[in-house]
């Protein structure tokens, strides 16, 4: 068993999080650009945020890549995968019946 101290209290860790994809001076720059481009008047202000993230798990994964590029829509998907999983049930139905039965 442990034997509790009041003397030597142990300090809780700290919290460090260390951005391991962050480069400030290419934030910094990018920033600038922006900037300059806005006082130019090339790019228009913005007043909403909008984030660069649609797409981005597709582009990052293989297989969806490729069903995308034949064409193959959400809803074909998920007809896939319906159509799998009755199949499987199908297959465990008729594997109980043979050999359990």
């Known amino acids: 068993m442990a ?3 009041f003397f030597k209290v142990r300090k809780p ?3 460090e999080h260390k951005p391991i994809y962050w480069d400030p001076r290419k934030e910094k720059l990018e920033e600038r650009e922006l900037r300059i481009k806005r006082e130019l008047g090339v790019e228009k202000p913005s007043d909403e945020y909008k984030p660069l993230i ?3 798990f597709i582009e990052g994964t293989s297989h ?3 069903s995308i590029e ?3 829509s959400v809803d074909s998907r998920k007809y896939k995968n319906v159509r799998l999983a ?3 049930v199908v297959l465990a139905f008729l594997g109980w019946f ?3 039965r």
């Open 64 to 66: 969806l890549k490729k």
């Open 86 to 88: 009755i199949i499987l």
């Open 70 to 72: 034949r064409g193959d």
């Open 13 to 15: 860790r700290k919290f």
């Open 98 to 100: 043979i050999f359990l």
């Open 54 to 56: 649609k797409g981005t």
């Open 3 to 5: 034997v509790f101290s």
